[in-house]
């Protein structure tokens, strides 16, 4: 069956540390994958997107992820966050419809 | 830069009541698309529906579950009879054109939290 898990449920750095959030796929075909943001009281936002080419993707606000075919990841990275990077971070696999993982809260420190 | 927009933002109903929930998709898209979240859990697809019909349906998405799109604007939830179980976020997307449904980015609207007590 199609899945995405994310390994980090809730994660507290401080601003100016390194964000690394893990993502995992589990599907036969063809992926297309994305990260989405959801900033307290707004709604999913797309930070960044997968579908061919280069496995380093860019996104916004200094977001980029690494697409590693062959161990099934895709990764979110941030060298330096910041306050407002707060919020809830989902990863997910479109195959038509967007499966999600169970999504990573992210608390960044003052 | 358009929206999605969703109506009502919170919702609270008695258990076996009917609900719709409402959804404006960005005007030239044409997939939408309903996703829920109970608190503390996954994002999960609900249905999606393009050229007036259903394209596909989750297990969730049983008999007590329609969409319509009723206008050129609205995309609705209906809920026949609501249970306990059916409270959570309820979120409508919407994508446009692209031949490959893989590829088609899903807008996202704040979503509607429904409570049934």
């Known amino acids: 069956a199609q899945s995405v898990s994310q390994h980090n449920h809730h994660v507290i750095l401080s601003e100016a540390a390194s964000l690394e959030l893990g993502c995992n796929y589990s599907y036969g075909g063809t992926v297309n994958l994305f990260w989405y943001v959801q900033y307290p009281g707004q709604h999913l936002q797309l930070l960044l997107k997968y579908f061919s080419g280069d496995p380093l993707v860019k996104g916004i606000k200094g977001f980029e992820a690494e697409f590693i075919k062959s161990k099934f990841s895709f990764n979110l990275r941030k060298p330096s966050v910041q306050w407002s990077d707060t919020a809830e971070y989902f990863c997910?696999?479109?195959?038509?419809?967007?499966?999600f993982g169970q999504g990573t809260t992210l608390q960044v420190k003052p | 830069e358009p929206e999605v927009t969703q109506t009502p933002s919170h919702q609270v109903t008695q258990m076996g009541q009917e609900v719709i929930l409402r959804c404006v998709p960005i005007?030239?898209?044409?997939?939408f698309y309903w996703y829920r979240q109970i608190l503390g859990q996954k994002v999960e697809f609900l249905v999606s529906f393009y050229n007036n019909e259903i394209s596909e349906k989750s297990e969730i998405f049983d008999d007590q579950f329609s969409v319509e799109r009723p206008d050129g604007s609205n995309f609705t939830l209906k809920i026949r009879s609501t249970k306990l179980e059916d409270s959570a976020m309820y979120f409508c997307?919407?994508?446009?054109?692209?031949?490959?449904?893989?590829?088609?980015?899903?807008?996202f609207g704040p979503g509607t939290r429904l409570t049934v007590t």
């Open positions: 997910a696999a479109n195959t038509g419809k967007l499966i």
């Open positions: 005007s030239n898209h044409l997939y």
């Open positions: 997307a919407s994508s446009g054109r692209s031949d490959y449904p893989r590829l088609r980015e899903q807008y």
